[in-house]
């Protein structure tokens, strides 16, 4: 264990972490397992082949139970809200003025308890200050609930033995089910690009259903390495990295989570922070893109890397936001910014690593196919 982590904040299950011999790191203000004896490469792999568990509760979980919320949460967000199901979750983000990205979330509709938010760890006490802010209708905090990703071909299997009513549910839905005395919010979503589930649940039931999903040999814990390789390979974007408040969403290439309601012509155009640029480059177009790129050879392109349109450029065009060695893909992988006309499938750039320049290509995303539940 890292001696640093005294002073941080631990999630319900720091101790199960702990006994299985995990290494825990520094993370958004938490002590939280980077990876466990098995490595990164390993836990990356048996995600892929079967299923992983993952702690994830130092993220926010905030419910709106006023039946006028999604309305509200419109004024916040540029995603459809109104037109959200109960039993149904929705990916969007906040915008500020400046059309810039303050957080990326999770919306679930919960029927009659109301819209469910989850957002990211880092960012969670200043989400909750913007909503209080912003909303008149009531804003719930839920530090005491813990949350966990089951993710994997296996994970529908693992669950099923316990909770058999989640046998028909597709990609993005949500349910409210009890197993041993256990409330549990579900949805069948994640941040691996597989097949899987994240459950909500209370903080002191917590430990008592991961030793239970555990028993079962198709699962094991995972870390925060592994979560983060498995998400870039799926292509997804990490906050604070891939995009930031001066990133806008359609720069980030997200402009799919802006539904046809919420853009110029639709029922509810606009009404959002920042929706004057965001509304027009969806129109017009972006001077840069985030797109995927392949480095040559095994070595990784991390953060901050220069992109180059040329060997011999002096002035770079871009730059990777995240990189690492896709232990599925089997070669190097990163996610860059650059120039539309660059972004193109094929295209070769060149990348500046420790004073060398290194060549890349341009590729579709995601790198790994994404193999949800539909």
Known sequence: MDTNTTDLAHTCLHKLHLSYGARMVPFAGYSMPVQY?????????????KAGLFDVSHMGQIRLPDAKAAAELETLVPADILGLRPGR??????????GGILDDLMVTNQGEAGLLLVVNAACKQNDLAWLQENLRTPVESLPDRALLA???????????????????????DARIVETQGIELWITRSGYTGEDGFEISLPADQANAFCGMLLEHEAVTLIGLGARDSLRLEAGLCLYGHDMDT???????????????????????????PGATRILAELEDGVTRIRCGILPDGRGAMREGTALFATAEDSAPIGR??????????????A????????????????????GKRVGAEVTTLPFYPHRYHR
């Open 37 to 49: 004896p098995k490595g990164l490469l390993w836990e990356h792999r048996h995600t892929r082949e």
């Open 150 to 172: 089951l993710q994997g071909p296996q994970a529908a299997a693992v669950l099923a033995d316990c909770i058999p009513p989640l046998a028909d549910m597709r990609f993005l």
């Open 89 to 98: 979750q929705r990916y969007t983000y906040f915008t500020n003025a400046d």
């Open 246 to 272: 001066q990133t806008s969403p359609i720069e980030a290439n997200l402009s799919w989570a802006i539904q046809k309601v919420r853009r110029i012509g639709g029922a509810r155009a606009g009404g959002f």
């Open 335 to 354: 996610l860059a910014y650059l120039p539309p006309e660059t972004a193109t499938p094929g295209t070769r750039i060149w990348g500046d690593v420790r």
């Open 320 to 333: 990777v936001t995240s990189g690492c060695f896709g232990a599925s893909c089997e070669r190097s992988i």
